[in-house]
């Protein structure tokens, strides 16, 4: 089996990453207005998603 080490983030870019992410949500809650039954699930599941990622931000 190969050796598969991880490759860190690269530190520059959190702050874009993190507005993406903020960007990203905003837009999902809009979608939401609109959404029902299985698509509405997802898109508060991914939501839940990127809170979890906004928390742990700057974390690692």
């Known amino acids: 089996m190969p050796d598969i080490t991880p490759i860190p983030n ?12 903020i960007d ?6 809009e979608a939401m207005k ?4 299985d698509e509405l699930k997802a898109i508060q599941e991914k939501n839940e998603r990127r809170e979890e990622a906004m928390r742990n ?3 690692y």
């Open 57 to 59: 931000f700057g974390k």
């Open 24 to 29: 990203n949500k905003r837009a999902a809650q």
């Open 10 to 21: 690269d530190g520059a870019n959190d702050v874009e990453r993190l507005k993406k992410t």
């Open 34 to 37: 609109f959404a029902k039954g």
